[in-house]
T-cell receptor, first 111, second 114 residues
Framework: QQQVKQSPQSLIVQKGGISIINCAYE??????FPWYQQFPGKGPALLIAIRPDVSEKKEGRFTISFNKSAKQFSLHIMDSQPGDSATYFCAARNTGNQFYFGTGTSLTVIP | DGGITQSPKYLFRKEGQNVTLSCEQNLNHDAMYWYRQDPGQGLRLIYYSQIVNDFQKGDIAEGYSVSREKKESFPLTVTSAQKNPTAFYLC?????????????FGPGTRLTVT
């Protein structure tokens, strides 16, 4: 059973466009929601994260929108660049410090 | 230079052989994790440890074993009982507790079993 559902599986965006990746969860005990960026052959690296008491967090071109009542959160990449081409994972952490990951979104930004 | 190291980067084994993947961290983190990554399936938790000499099974622990004798080390053994061991294995660590603590990942080990 997938604890965190992520969509779309792949995404192609023109340079300068907005990339949007969505995630949904069921477990209301999750208390921390990070997004990771992974390049081929590398380990994931934290991009941005949010706590459930906040509805939005912005860091540079990256924004997380969090809807607690709908149990959904999304990553928005503004002014997408070819260097943003990577796989993105959403995740959620439970109170036992265990992380659950989405299945990933492969983003391609076309120059 | 703080971080997580995994070795080797690539590992090849014959079917039926056990193999141990190394994971070391110098971040002074209490919690350590092992994930398996397969195309289209994201990261799946194999084992995790919140403290030395204690560890718990994740979602796909069958065919794997771990030990946590030292805070900085969390080796993973892929046994011959693991039916489909070829995958990319990622080790991670984090601070334990209820704060907004991120997981730090190692560079991964790609295991190929033929």
């Amino acid at each position: 059973q997938q604890q965190v559902k992520q969509s779309p599986q792949s995404l192609i965006v023109q340079k300068g466009g907005i990339s949007i990746i969505n995630c949904a969860y069921e477990n209301t005990a999750f208390d921390y929601f990070p997004w990771y960026q992974q390049f081929p052959g590398k380990g994931p690296a934290l991009l941005i994260a949010i706590r459930p008491d906040v509805s939005e967090k912005k860091e540079g071109r990256f924004t997380i929108s969090f809807n607690k009542s709908a149990k959904q959160f999304s990553l928005h990449i503004m002014d997408s660049q070819p260097g943003d081409s990577a796989t993105y994972f959403c995740a959620a952490r439970n109170t036992g410090n265990q992380f659950y990951f989405g299945t990933g979104t492969s983003l391609t930004v076309i120059p | 230079d703080g971080g997580i190291t995994q070795s080797p980067k690539y590992l090849f084994r014959k079917e039926g052989q056990n193999v141990t993947l190394s994971c070391e961290q110098n971040l002074n983190h209490d919690a350590m994790y092992w994930y398996r990554q397969d195309p289209g399936q994201g990261l799946r938790l194999i084992y995790y440890s919140q403290i030395v000499n204690d560890f718990q099974k994740g979602d796909i622990a069958e065919g794997y074993s771990v030990s946590r004798e030292k805070k900085e080390s969390f080796p993973l053994t892929v046994t011959s009982a693991q039916k489909n061991p070829t995958a990319f294995y990622l080790c991670a660590s984090s601070i334990s507790g209820q704060g907004a603590y991120e997981q730090y990942f190692g560079p991964g080990t790609r295991l190929t079993v033929t």
